[in-house]
Each structure stands twice: as structure tokens, then as C-alpha cells.
Nanobody, 115 residues
Framework: QVQLVESGGGLVQTGGSLRLSCAAS????????MSWYRQTPGKERRLVAA???????HYSDPVKGRFIISRNSAKNVVYLQMNSLKSDETALYYC?????????WGQGTQVTVSS
């Protein structure tokens, strides 16, 4: 059974940094894309950043220049370095991994940015 576990969330002041990690266990097969999403109550889950198997990255406009996504493909781990955090980035952050046939989600890690 595949399980994704996020870690690294917490409370940080505006302008601070956090590094999220997501590790997968179980037999995923070949993971094509690893991504981070975030969601606040009453709103839809939105893509924050994604990285492909060959290392191409994509960032949502609000985080460009401040967040960095990286991966360890051999270990099926994905990271999100978040810098210069803003109070409106308080959210539950989810890890996602896509293979050719499946889509896996973690349970989320809370990030709270205090102003």
C-alpha cells in the first residue's frame, strides 16, 4: 500500500522560511511528477509547485522566486523550500505524486505564518 507522509510544517513569522518534505513508501512504480498543493478552509486545493522526472519545474505565480521544489527520485522524496513567507500563505500543504496510472496524496502538513 502506497503512503505519502509530509513533514516540516509549523508556525513561522512573516518573512521566515520552512522546508517541507514528503516521503513515499510502498510500491509506487515510476513517478512522473511530484507536486505540492495548498488549501485553506472553504477554498479549492491549488498547485504550488511541481517537478518532473527529468527535473523540469513549475511554480505558481505567487511563489515564483521564493519557493524551490526539489526531489530525490531514488528515494521518492520531494521537498519544498519556502522563503519569505507571507501571512496569506497559511494553509494545509499537500504532497502529490503521479505515476502513469495512479495519483497519490499525502495527509497534509499545516503551515501557519504569523504576521
Amino acid at each position: 500500500q502506497v503512503q505519502l507522509v509530509e513533514s516540516g510544517g509549523g508556525l513561522v513569522q512573516t518573512g521566515g522560511s520552512l522546508r517541507l518534505s514528503c516521503a513515499a513508501s510502498g510500491s509506487l512504480g515510476a513517478v512522473n511528477v511530484m507536486s505540492w498543493y495548498r488549501q485553506t478552509p472553504g477554498k479549492e486545493r491549488r498547485l504550488v509547485a511541481a517537478i518532473t522526472v527529468i527535473g523540469n519545474t513549475h511554480y505558481s505565480d505567487p511563489v515564483k522566486g521564493r519557493f524551490i521544489i526539489s526531489r530525490n527520485s531514488a528515494k521518492n522524496v520531494v521537498y519544498l523550500q519556502m522563503n519569505s513567507l507571507k501571512s496569506d500563505e497559511t494553509a494545509l500543504y499537500y504532497c502529490n505524486m503521479k505515476t502513469g496510472s495512479s495519483d497519490y496524496w499525502g495527509q497534509g502538513t499545516q503551515v501557519t505564518v504569523s504576521s
